[in-house]
C-alpha cells in the first residue's frame, strides 16, 4: 500500500488530490485487485495497479465544473448549466466578489438596508409588479408562496396540472412539504371555472395554477384563461399563484414568432391577466443566474420577504450581483448582450453561414459532413417540446457514438446529439466565438 501511494509515477496526483485521496483510491483499487484474484483472474502487477490509481486520480481531478461548448441546439440545457451569462454579469460578480460590498449598507446614508433592494426594485419596476422578492431557485419561489400563504390550508389545482418539471420538483410533493393541503379539481384534460369554483371554501388559502412548461395535452383539452380564473380568485377574495417557471419578460424575436414558443407567456402577461404572485427562473429566459423570484400584490410579497422560511432561501451575494447587471441591460434595451436572446435572434441565414464556415475550415476532413436544418429547442423545462428552428454540422459514415465520445472527451469538450445514426452539432447554441474551438475540436476528433 505504501509502495503504491509512494510510487514516483503518482507524485502529480499527489501533489493534485493530496496523499489522504490518493491512499483511499490504492484501497480500493487493492481491495478490487485481491478479490479479482480471488474470483480466479491473473493477479493485477504492481505497475498496473499504480496506473489504475493513477487513471482514477486523473478521472477525478477532471471531474469538476468544466467549460463546454454546447452544440445540443438546446439554448437552456439544465444539465449543462441553463443561461450563460452577460459580461456585465461577469464582471460585476467579478468586481464584488474579492472584497467587501455594499450588500446590506446604503452609502448614502451609512445605514443598513434591505439585502437584494436594489435588484428587487428592478425587477419589480421591469414586471410591472408592486414587488419582488428574490430567492435561490423557483422551486423556493414556490415553496415560499405556498408555505407562507398556505401552511395548514387548502390549495386548489387541477388536475392537469399535477406535474413533475423534472430534478424532483414534482408539484404534489411541493405543496405537502409547504404544509398545505392539496384539492384537486377537474380531471387531467379537461378543467374548467366552475370546478375551481365548487371546491372554494373556508380552508382554501389559494388558487395554485402551473404553466405546462415541459409536457402538453392536446386533443380533448380544455383549462380556462388565466384571466378567468383571476376572475374568480377576485370575486372571492383569495389569491391566485402562477408557477409560470419561464422568466419571459420581452418579446421574443422574430425567429421564434411563428413557433410554438410564440405562446410563451411573459411575467407581465400573467400580472396583467391578474394573477396576484407569480413565480419564476432567472436562469431560463430571463438569462441570467440561478435565482427565483415571485413578484406580484406588494402586501402578499412583503408576507413572504417576511416568512422565516424566506431567511433560509435567500439569494447569494454574486448571483445578486449578476441579477442587477442583467436588469441593467433590459433597462437599456440591449438584448442582445443578454446570451440567451443574443442566441434566440440569430437568423437560420447567419446560422448556415457559420456552419459552411466551420466545413470549409475542415478541409478534407470536412468531406464527409454537410450543412442540414435542424431543430433546436429552448430546453430548461421552458417549452422544452416547442422546437426552434437552426441550422447544423451533420456528420454521418462514422460511428457517431464514438465521434461524440472523442468530442466529448476533448478540451473544451464539445456536447452534440446524434440523430437517426449521425452526429449533429447544432449551431443555435453555439456561440460566434467558439467557431474557432469548435473547428480545432472537430480536427483533432475527425483525424484520430
Ligand atoms: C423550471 C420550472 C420550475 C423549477 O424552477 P427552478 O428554477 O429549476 O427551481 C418550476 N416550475 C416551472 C413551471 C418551471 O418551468
Known amino acids: 500500500m505504501d509502495r503504491v501511494v509512494d510510487a514516483p509515477e503518482l507524485s502529480g496526483v499527489r501533489g493534485a488530490l493530496g496523499k489522504k485521496a490518493v491512499t483511499a483510491l490504492a484501497r480500493s483499487v487493492i481491495a478490487e485487485a485481491r478479490s479479482a484474484a480471488l474470483a480466479g483472474d491473473s493477479p493485477a502487477t504492481f505497475a498496473e495497479v499504480v496506473t489504475r490509481v493513477r487513471q482514477r486520480a486523473e478521472a477525478r481531478l477532471r471531474a469538476g465544473l468544466t467549460p463546454v461548448i454546447n452544440a445540443t441546439g438546446v439554448i437552456l440545457h439544465t444539465n449543462l448549466g441553463r443561461a450563460p451569462l452577460p459580461k456585465a454579469s461577469i464582471e460585476r460578480i467579478a468586481a464584488t466578489a474579492g472584497g467587501y460590498s455594499t450588500l446590506e449598507l446604503d452609502l448614502s446614508t451609512g445605514v443598513r438596508t434591505r439585502r437584494g433592494v436594489h435588484a428587487e426594485l428592478g425587477l419589480a419596476e421591469l414586471v410591472g409588479a408592486g414587488d419582488v422578492v428574490l430567492v435561490n431557485n423557483n422551486a423556493a419561489a414556490v415553496m415560499l408562496a405556498l408555505s407562507t400563504l398556505a401552511a395548514g390550508r387548502e390549495v386548489i389545482v387541477s388536475r392537469g396540472e399535477l406535474v413533475e418539471i423534472g430534478g424532483g420538483f414534482r408539484i404534489p410533493d411541493v405543496l405537502a412539504r409547504s404544509g398545505a393541503r392539496l384539492v384537486e379539481v377537474g380531471t387531467t384534460n379537461r378543467t374548467r371555472v366552475d370546478d375551481y369554483a365548487r371546491a372554494i371554501g373556508e380552508r382554501t388559502a389559494c388558487l395554485l395554477r402551473v404553466h405546462p412548461s415541459n409536457f402538453k395535452i392536446s386533443g380533448f383539452a380544455e ?9 374568480l380568485a377576485q370575486a372571492r377574495r383569495i389569491p391566485l399563484v402562477k408557477d409560470l417557471g419561464g422568466g419571459l419578460v420581452v418579446d421574443l424575436p422574430a425567429s421564434v414568432a411563428d413557433s410554438e414558443l410564440a405562446r410563451e407567456p411573459s411575467v407581465q402577461a400573467c400580472l396583467r391577466a391578474g394573477a396576484d404572485l407569480v413565480c419564476f427562473s432567472l436562469d431560463k429566459l430571463f438569462g441570467g443566474p440561478q435565482a427565483g423570484a415571485v413578484a406580484g400584490r406588494a402586501e402578499l410579497v412583503k408576507a413572504l420577504r417576511d416568512d422565516p422560511m424566506a431567511r433560509a432561501l ?23 448582450e443578454i446570451p440567451v436572446h443574443a442566441l434566440l435572434a440569430a437568423s437560420l441565414d447567419a446560422l448556415a453561414r457559420r456552419v459552411d464556415e466551420w466545413r470549409t475550415a475542415l478541409g478534407e476532413l470536412g468531406g464527409a459532413t454537410e450543412t442540414v436544418r435542424s431543430e433546436g429547442a429552448i430546453g430548461g423545462g421552458t417549452l422544452a417540446e416547442a422546437p426552434v428552428a437552426s441550422v447544423a454540422l451533420r ?23 446524434v440523430v437517426d445514426g449521425a452526429l449533429l452539432l447544432d449551431a443555435r447554441s453555439v456561440f ?3 467557431d474557432r474551438l469548435i473547428v480545432a475540436a472537430l480536427r483533432r476528433a475527425l483525424a484520430e
Open 223 to 231: 383549462r380556462p384563461a388565466l384571466a378567468e380564473l383571476a376572475s
Open 314 to 336: 435567500r439569494l447569494d451575494k454574486l448571483a445578486l450581483a449578476a441579477v442587477e447587471a442583467v436588469l441593467d441591460a433590459y433597462r437599456r434595451g440591449a438584448l442582445s
Open 395 to 417: 456528420i454521418a459514415g462514422r460511428p457517431p457514438e464514438i465521434l461524440a465520445e472523442r468530442l466529448r472527451s476533448g478540451s473544451p469538450a464539445v456536447i452534440g446529439r
Open 432 to 434: 460566434p466565438e467558439e
